[in-house]
Structure formats: C-alpha cells, structure tokens
C-alpha cells in the first residue's frame, strides 16, 4: 500500500513562490509516475504537472513557464517549484502515484491573494 504526506501548502502574495513536496511510503517510487493535480473552487480536478520515473515531464499549459516538477528517487519524493503565482493557482493540490493502481495524497491548500 503506498502512502503520500504533502506539505509546503499556504497562503502567499501574487507573484511569490511555493514549494510543495509529496513523500511517499511503500511501493516502488523510482518506476511510477508521480505528480500533481489541483482543484479550483467550483471546478474539477485537473493535472498540474507530472513526471515519469525516467523524468520526462509533462505541465498543464496554464502552469507552463511558472511551475517545474522534479523527483528525488533517494527520498522517494517529488517537488512542485511554483513561481509567479496568480489568484487563479488557489486550489487544493493532490499529490498522485501511478504504478498500476492511483494513490492520492490528502491534498494540501494553496491560496494566492493579497
């Protein structure tokens, strides 16, 4: 059974930066697919960004240039480097884990306001 803890969520100004980081326990971290999905008050849940296990990514357009996404396989982790943060990034973010099956994290709230 694979587990994810996300941290790095809060409230930040437009423009700041936030790091958000998923670890993840059991399972084979170093060949899944991992990554981020967030949903929006009043929307569905969308991908954010994700990466392979060979690190290949893979950015939704409205993040592209801002965000950046990369793994530690050491510590079985991945990262969300989010620049230039807008009021339309405000969402809760889910960290997953693709290997057959999908696990989700308990998502973390990330609010962008002055």
């Known amino acids: 059974q694979v587990q994810l803890v996300e941290s790095g969520g809060g409230l930040v100004q437009p423009g700041r930066s936030l790091r958000l980081s998923c670890a993840a326990s059991?399972?084979?971290?170093?060949?899944?697919?991992v990554g981020w999905y967030r949903r929006a008050p009043g929307k569905q849940r969308a991908l954010v960004a994700a990466i392979s296990g060979g690190g290949n990514t893979r950015y939704a357009d409205s993040v592209k240039g801002r965000f950046t996404i990369s793994r530690d396989n050491a510590r079985n982790t991945v990262y969300l480097q989010m620049n230039s943060l807008i009021p339309e990034d405000t969402a809760v973010y889910y960290c997953y884990y693709r290997v057959i099956s999908d696990y989700w994290g308990q998502g973390t709230q990330v609010t962008v306001s002055s």
């Open positions: 059991g399972g084979t971290f170093s060949s899944a697919v």
